[in-house]
C-alpha cells in the first residue's frame, strides 16, 4: 500500500480552531430538533406581532428554540416565489466565500460555499424581507445599520466551522437572520456548539439569534457552525444588523446576565 493516501483512514484538519471539534462533529450528527429538557415549560410557540403595523395582518409563526442564548425559528417567513427569486437574483454573483482577517477578507478552508450580495435596491422582493426583519425585530435596517442581505449557497460537503459572527472588538454585528431557501436532503443544520444544541434546516423558515449581549459584548454562548451538507444543497440568505447606534431599539437589560 506504501505511503499513498489509499487505504489510510481518513484525517482530521488539524488546526488551532477545531478546538471545539469534537462538539461540532457530535451536533452535526444529531437529528431533528433538540429540546432542553429543563427549559421545555418556557419554550412556546406564538404569533408575534412585535407592536408593528406590518404584522398586523400577517403575524409571524415564532418557534422559540432557547433562551440562553435567544434563538428563535420563524416559520413560513419567506415564500417560495420569494426564495426561487432571491437565487435567481443571486446565482450569476456567486463566488467563493470568503471570512474576514483582519481589515482583509480571504478565502478559509473553514468556510466551504459560494455567497453574493443583494442590495435592497436588486428587487422589491429583497426590499420585503428587509421591512419584514424590521418589523420583526425593531431595528434599523437601513444603511449604515445593516450588511446586505448575503446569498449562500452550499454544495456537497460544503460548511462553515465554529465561528462567531461578531467581530472580536467593538465594531459590532447584531442579529443574525438565516433564512433556508430550499430544503436539503440531508445535513446542513446550523449547530451551536457552546450552548450544545443543532437547528436543522426548516425550509423558508427564518433563524434568529442575537449575537450580542444587551450590554453591548459579544456573546460567548453564540459559538456556531453551519455544518456540513451531506446530500443536496443548501441555500441560505443572511442578514446582520450592526447594533451600534440602536440602543434605543434594543436598550440594555437590569439583569447584567441579559
Ligand atoms: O449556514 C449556516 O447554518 C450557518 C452560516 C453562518 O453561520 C454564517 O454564514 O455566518
Ligand atoms: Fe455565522
Known amino acids: 500500500m506504501g505511503t499513498g493516501t489509499r487505504g489510510s483512514p481518513l484525517q482530521r484538519p488539524n488546526s488551532p480552531r477545531l478546538r471545539s471539534r469534537d462538539a461540532y462533529e457530535e451536533l452535526c450528527q444529531r437529528r431533528g430538533a433538540q429540546q432542553s429538557p429543563e427549559r421545555l415549560p418556557q419554550l412556546s410557540c406564538s404569533y408575534e406581532t412585535n407592536s408593528s403595523p406590518y404584522l398586523v395582518l400577517q403575524p409571524a409563526k415564532k418557534e422559540t428554540v432557547r433562551l440562553r442564548p435567544f434563538v428563535a ?40 460555499s459560494k455567497s453574493a450580495w443583494l442590495k435592497d435596491t436588486a428587487d422589491p422582493v429583497v426590499r420585503a424581507l428587509d421591512r419584514r426583519i424590521a418589523a420583526l425585530t425593531g431595528l434599523d435596517l437601513r444603511p449604515p445599520y445593516a450588511e446586505y442581505l448575503q446569498v449562500v449557497n452550499y454544495g456537497l460537503g460544503g460548511h462553515y466551522e465554529p465561528h462567531f459572527d461578531h467581530a472580536t472588538v467593538r465594531e459590532l454585528w ?85
Open 73 to 112: 425559528l420563524y416559520h413560513d417567513f419567506i415564500s417560495d416565489a420569494e426564495a426561487e427569486t432571491i437565487k435567481g437574483l443571486a446565482g450569476p454573483w456567486l463566488q467563493r466565500s470568503v471570512v474576514a482577517s483582519g481589515e482583509k477578507q480571504q478565502k478559509a478552508d473553514y468556510r466551504i
Open 174 to 258: 447584531g442579529l443574525g437572520a438565516r433564512c433556508p431557501l430550499s430544503p436539503v436532503e440531508a445535513g446542513g443544520s446550523t449547530a451551536f456548539i457552546y450552548a450544545n444544541f443543532s437547528v436543522p434546516v426548516v425550509k423558508n423558515a427564518a433563524l434568529f439569534w442575537w449575537n450580542l449581549r444587551r450590554n453591548g459584548d459579544g456573546d460567548g454562548d453564540t459559538l456556531h457552525a453551519g455544518c456540513p451538507v451531506l446530500a443536496g444543497s443548501k441555500w441560505v440568505a443572511n442578514k446582520w444588523i450592526h447594533e451600534h447606534g440602536q440602543e434605543f431599539r434594543r436598550p440594555c437589560s437590569t439583569d447584567p446576565r441579559d
